[in-house]
């Protein structure tokens, strides 16, 4: 269990802000599997957050059983965080996030993600602000950086630990390096041994063994999963009997009955016009736990409907050949 200023993280286990997919449906996917300890919106522009509809934004659409949630800003202008702050406090979060690791072009020409540790001075400041402006626990993300400079990488965490972070989340990966790039989990490690505050480990976890080996090489308080949840979406819950003695109630891995429980999420949360683009982005993912999941990926790309969708899943599920790579 992590435990930082009022908010229990049991297990440790945190799920990884990603863009289409950590929206309100897949994140009560998740509650229903069973294991995560931190949910997470999407990544959140500060600077826009003030002004969302939290009824009708596919953003920030959530129940009351999705807590704890941690909110995810992306900034980088000061000037925005007061109002962006203030917001996630009206919305009920029990975390904020600071995007300081997003290695897209378009984030870091708006000047925000990993362009933030490019002026420590500004990313000072701007911590600074963040820190001022709540008493929740503020947290951040970050990835190595441009390359493997260790006296960098420790300036900046010891920095945000200065400045009052209360958590750091390590994505093991330089900013340029592709997600198919083997992790830097040993880096982790070294990040872990020059700081006194919680550090989480990002990046490369698919299985329980990948967890377990994430731990053994980082020593990371907590792990944080990602693209590895969109994949198996059980997989908070194997990791969290398996590597942390979480009791748990026994999990019957019924993959169809987890996709149409998903495509029911998303048409009880979002209007028609928001369903489909969010299907699409989760069975890119999903359909890679069968050794033909392209079949299902494609027909649902090539859907007009979600209902259209749902009847070719629904094809693809009932044939003899779609059976599971992965258990």
């Known amino acids: 269990m992590l435990e930082i200023r009022n908010l229990r993280i049991n297990p440790p286990l945190l799920l990884a802000p990603m863009a289409g997919l950590t929206h309100s449906g897949f994140r009560s996917l998740l509650l229903r599997l069973g294991g995560v300890g931190l949910l997470s919106t999407e990544m959140l522009s500060a600077r826009r957050l003030p002004m969302e509809n939290a009824a009708v934004s596919p953003f920030l659409v959530s129940t009351a059983a999705e807590h704890p949630l941690s909110y995810q800003l992306l900034v980088a202008d000061q000037a925005h965080l007061a109002a962006a702050i203030e917001r996630v406090h009206q919305l009920g979060g029990d975390a904020i996030d600071l995007n300081l690791g997003c290695p897209a072009p378009q984030v870091r020409n708006f000047g925000g993600g990993s362009k933030l540790v490019d002026d420590t001075d500004h990313l000072r400041g701007l911590v600074a602000e963040a820190r001022a402006r709540t008493e929740l626990p503020l947290t951040a993300k970050i990835r190595l950086g441009e390359e493997l400079d260790e006296a960098r990488l420790e300036n900046l965490c010891r920095m945000l630990e200065g400045e009052g972070i209360d958590l750091l989340t390590v994505h093991a990966r330089l900013r340029q390096e592709p997600f198919s790039r ?12 020059w700081l006194s505050i919680p550090v989480v480990a990002n990046g490369g976890i698919f299985t329980v063994a990948d967890g377990r080996r994430c731990l053994e090489l980082s020593g990371a308080d907590g792990l944080m999963l990602g693209r ?7 997989l908070f819950h ?8 979480s009791e748990l109630a026994p999990l019957n891995i019924d993959r ?9 999420q998303l048409e009880e949360r979002f209007r028609p016009e928001r369903r489909l683009g969010r299907l699409k982005e989760f069975t890119h993912y999903f359909s890679k736990t069968y050794p033909f999941g392209l079949r299902l990926a494609s027909a649902v790309q090539t859907s007009s409907s979600v209902e259209e969708a749902r009847e070719r899943a629904g094809i693809f599920f009932s044939r003899s050949d779609a059976q599971p790579i992965l258990t």
Do not use: Q, S
């Open 238 to 245: 194997e990791i969290a009997t398996e590597l942390y003695g």
């Open 228 to 234: 590895g949840a969109a994949v198996r979406p059980w």
């Open 182 to 193: 083997k992790a830097r989990w040993e880096w982790v490690g070294k990040v872990k041994n």
């Open 256 to 264: 169809p009955a987890i996709y149409f429980f998903f495509i029911d």
